[in-house]
C-alpha cells in the first residue's frame, strides 16, 4: 500500500512498518532475556524479517526521491539543461527501483 500510496499516507504506513518492526526486535529481546537466551520457538510475532524488506524498499523510494528533488533544484537554480549521463543515471534509478517495488506488488513499467 505504501509504494502505490502518495503522501501522506505512503509515509504514514512508513511509519507504521517501522514501529511493527522495532516493537516485533523489542519482543524477541524481552523474551531472549527472559528466557536465558535459549530460544524457545516461541519469541517474537516474526514480523521483522517479512518487514525490513519492505521498510528497505521504502527508504530507498525516499533517498531517491530526495536527490531528484536536490537535481531539479541545482538545474533549475543554475538555469542549465540535463546532461546525457544525469538522465542515463535517473533512469537506471527508476530502473533499480521499479525491480525493487516489484518484489512486493506488481507495477506497470508505464507507470
Not at 529481546?29 to 521498510?55: A, C, R, W, Y
Not at 531528484?68 to 549521463?85: F, G, P, Q, S, V
Request: negative net charge; charged residues 30%; glycine residues 6%.
Amino acid at each position: 500500500m505504501a509504494i502505490r500510496s502518495g503522501e501522506p499516507f505512503k509515509l504514514q504506513i512508513y511509519e507504521f512498518l517501522h514501529t511493527l518492526a522495532q516493537s516485533d526486535l523489542q519482543s524477541q529481546f524481552s523474551d531472549i532475556h527472559l528466557k536465558n537466551g535459549e530460544d524457545q520457538g516461541d519469541s517474537g510475532t516474526g514480523l521483522g524479517v517479512l518487514l525490513s524488506p519492505m521498510i528497505k524498499v521504502l527508504d530507498e523510494m525516499y533517498r531517491a526521491q530526495d536527490d531528484l528533488i536536490k537535481k531539479i533544484r541545482n538545474h533549475d537554480n543554475a538555469k542549465k539543461e540535463w546532461t546525457d549521463d544525469e538522465l542515463k543515471k535517473l533512469y537506471e534509478t527508476h530502473e533499480r527501483l521499479l525491480d525493487l517495488v516489484s518484489l512486493f506488488c506488481y507495477v506497470p513499467r508505464t507507470k
